[in-house]
């Protein structure tokens, strides 16, 4: 008799998401959905009738996480559709501005992903706020790397968090050569602090998989060797940056892509029927809630030659340099692997950026009403948008953005895992599940703020 | 050290009307003529990961964050609060890593001050630009603030401003902390 188990909110991520899990009595996901309820809406309708300078600013604001990637991929999408070629420097520029996001990204993610795993050949599970060591020189070396990536994301792309130094038609300015020795600095500190980061990582990671039973919440939980494995392909653009044009890149094709509805996919009603309070922070939904995923779920299922696809870190080396780890090990280690390589490419753009370059290109076009796209590998993933301009006009704006990708997948590849796991499978995909409004509620009792208000 | 003495962070999302109240102060200041360890940054949504886990105690002293605060009053209102004053919750990092709170960790080592203000009119989920007259209208009392808060006097109000503005002819800005 399979039971319904709920964990919700999922915690370790970005944004509201949560996992409703049909196990056996052996506690063996039998289903998995793990669907978003941040519901963020209209960005489609609100571009049209913009200008192509507007949409990317309004496109970096759908998340606080991914600024970078949407604002990239929605100025070339602009930049594909109106046929604009940019100088190169631009593009270097750019190259180096989405780089030293991915290694924030990575970073971060070491972070979050941490508290799951043990220090190597010991019981003991990793809390990265901990002031001992070892913990404590990777929780620093965490920071720096933060620090470095942010320090150049912030020089290339004007601002730290919302880049506005991308333009239509390339960048607003170059960087002064002083700007580009700093940034050169930082990349080669960063490059060795990103090898030793990476190698405690693999052997972090490695130790846990190899391990034949963990700890969750007080649950002893035998660990599969398949965990998180599924049979749904890949999909990557480009190793490191990312593609506009299908001579260039013929693995994104816009043709190729469906979108199901959630109600086609996810499950229907059901009642939850077990309940754990040990799991992690406050245990999982009171038995007796109604849950309906077909109805909650956010976002759409895009589907890629008919089936959900796998984007991220891993497809991008499974593309590209023959990778060949399946599952949440694989996805973990893949991250790591690509750290180093960024600040190799990140190196290698800022020798080739020329700060006396020009960066704007000579003639910006109107644009004729064609289909543009253009995709980014995100952190998390193959970032694509598309978008129609005519005579300087939105006329149709789309977003497809890694992690909805990445939903059906990971929901597949729950299956066969026990479910207090699930969520260190959701965590592989490093999901970015889409922002939201930011408010300070204070309750009505709160005659001592009154009193500070200023008048 | 990538954030100085004092940070000003502007928080919200603009997609969703008088959400994008901070990032529009922030806009706003990008005229301001500010002293060399100031720094404002349009943090959009990014505040807790980007801004409130990288601040170096040992060099940042300050951090001033411009958001929306529902607490009854009269839209375009503006209050200061403390860290004390938040809910549990609030600027909670969406990573939510532990479910600690980034500014409770900081709160001790850094002066924190959240300037808010009364939305009118909040559109989430759905999507919306621009911000309501009485917000709109808040702007110029909150850089006051600001500027009283960080010990900035330059006798300004935003008429003044905009006068200096006209009388040097340029738009361009002389505030800007980027590097460049």
């Known amino acids: 008799m399979s039971k319904v188990v709920e964990i919700s909110p999922t915690t370790r991520h970005e944004g509201h998401s949560k996992l409703v899990l049909k196990v056996n009595d052996a506690g063996i996901i039998e289903t998995g959905n793990w669907c978003s309820i941040t519901p963020v809406r209209g960005v489609e309708k609100l571009a049209v009738g913009k200008t192509p300078e507007q949409v990317p600013k309004i496109a970096s604001r759908v998340c606080g996480i991914c600024p970078i990637a949407h604002t990239i991929a929605a100025t070339e999408a602009m930049e594909a559709s109106i046929k604009c070629e940019i100088p190169k420097d631009a593009l270097m520029l750019r190259h180096i501005l989405q780089l030293a996001n991915r290694c924030h990204s990575i970073a971060l993610h070491d972070i979050l992903i941490l508290p799951d795993f043990y220090i190597p050949g010991t019981e003991t599970k990793i809390n990265p706020f901990t002031p001992e060591e070892p913990v404590r020189s990777v929780a620093k070396r965490i920071q720096r790397l933060r620090e470095i990536s942010q320090t150049i994301g912030q020089i290339s792309g004007g601002e730290a968090i919302h880049p506005s130094n991308t333009r239509v038609g390339g960048m607003y300015r170059n960087c002064s050569q002083q700007a580009k020795v700093k940034m050169y600095d930082l990349a080669k500190e960063g490059l060795t602090l990103a090898h030793q980061q990476a190698e405690f990582m693999i052997a972090v990671i490695r130790a846990y998989h190899k391990r034949d039973f963990v700890d969750v919440g007080g649950m002893k939980v035998a660990l599969p060797k398949t965990l998180g494995f599924h049979d749904q392909g890949y999909l990557a653009t480009h190793a490191f940056y990312g593609s506009s044009s299908l001579d260039e890149c013929p693995s994104w094709n816009p043709d190729r892509f469906k979108e199901a509805r959630p109600w086609d996919w996810y499950m229907g009603e059901m009642t939850v029927d077990l309940e754990e309070p040990r799991y992690p922070i406050g245990g999982t939904t009171k038995v007796g809630t109604k849950v309906n995923p077909q109805m909650e779920a956010c976002t759409g299922i895009p589907m890629y030659d008919g089936q959900p696809v796998e984007v991220g870190p891993r497809a ?52 004729d009403g064609s289909l543009g796209w253009a995709t980014n590998e995100a952190p998390r993933g193959c970032d694509a948008h598309m978008a129609r301009v005519k005579d300087w006009k939105v006329q149709y704006f789309s977003m497809l953005v890694p992690t909805t990708w990445n939903f059906a997948t990971c929901s597949k590849a729950l299956e066969g895992a026990p479910w207090q796991l699930a969520e260190v499978i959701m965590r592989g995909y490093d999901p970015c599940v889409s922002c939201a409004t930011h408010m300070i509620v204070l309750d009505e009792d709160n005659k001592l703020v009154a009193q500070k208000l200023i008048q | 050290m990538l954030y100085p003495e004092i940070v000003i962070a502007g928080c919200g999302n603009p997609l ?5 109240f901070g990032p529009a102060v922030i806009e706003e200041m990008q005229n301001l003529s500010l002293p060399d360890n100031v720094m404002i940054v349009d943090a959009g949504l990014g505040g807790p990961h980007f801004i409130f886990t990288l601040l170096d105690p040992e060099v940042t002293r300050k951090l001033i964050i411009v958001d929306l605060a529902d607490f009854g009053a009269e839209p375009g209102t503006i209050t200061k609060l403390h860290v004390e004053d938040l809910p549990p919750g609030a600027y909670r990092d969406a990573h939510s890593w532990d479910l600690a709170e980034p500014l409770q960790r900081i709160k ?15 559109t989430f989920p759905e999507f919306e630009l621009g911000i309501s007259e009485e917000v709109q209208n808040a702007i110029p009392k909150t850089i006051r603030v600001i500027l009283e808060t960080i ?30």
Do not use: H, W
């Open chain 2, 151 to 180: 010990g900035v006097d330059y006798g300004t109000t935003r008429q003044y401003l905009q006068e200096e503005e006209r009388q040097r002819g340029t738009a361009e800005s002389c505030g800007s902390t980027e590097i460049r």
């Open chain 2, 16 to 20: 969703f009307a008088d959400d994008g």
């Open chain 2, 108 to 122: 001790d080592q850094i002066e924190v001050t959240i300037i808010g203000c009364q939305p009118a009119k909040v």
């Open chain 1, 316 to 367: 991008r080396l499974v593309t590209y340099k023959s990778f060949d780890e399946k599952g949440t090990l694989g996805q973990n280690v893949a991250r790591e692997m690509e750290y180093q390589d960024c600040f190799y490419e990140m190196i290698d753009c800022i020798d080739a950026l020329n700060p006396n370059g020009k960066v704007v290109a000579d003639f910006i076009p109107d644009g």
